[in-house]
């Protein structure tokens, strides 16, 4: 897991290469549109925000025709008009881990906050008794 909003793991559905969508645009563009469609999900995943088309795929080793892929993505609903992953489509994939991800850390800075306050206190009670000794 990165520092900033992205995530090196992403949380995504398994049932991607079933999706009726990506199908589509595989008929239609062929197999770059599937190698695209990984790529900007992936990408965007990373960077924790929607990437374009371009973005996801500027330092892929593979060659995509990226206006028919682009074009195919968007026609059946994958892509927005700037060719990034539909803003309603990435607010339920990414909102809720990354949420999850922010209640943890809050969870774990609250444990370490009483931590030190316990420690402190155990540390007066021990000068306390030093100190009566």
Request: aromatic letters at 10%; proline letters at 2%.
């Amino acid at each position: 897991m990165s520092r900033n909003g992205g995530f090196e793991v992403g949380d995504r559905s398994t049932r991607t290469l079933h999706d009726s969508r990506l199908i589509r645009a595989y008929q239609v563009a062929g197999l770059g549109a599937v190698v695209a469609w990984d790529a900007i999900v992936d990408a965007s995943w990373a960077q924790g925000e929607r990437v374009t088309l371009e973005e996801a795929l500027l330092d892929l080793p593979f060659r995509v025709k990226v206006a028919a892929v682009r074009a195919a993505l968007t026609e059946f609903g994958l892509l927005d008009s700037e060719g990034r992953i539909r803003e309603e489509s990435w607010a339920t994939w990414f909102l809720p881990v990354y949420q999850r991800r922010e209640d943890h850390r809050e969870a774990a800075r609250r444990y370490a906050r009483k931590a030190i306050a316990v420690r402190w206190q155990n540390r007066q009670q021990v000068d306390d008794k030093s100190m009566t000794s």
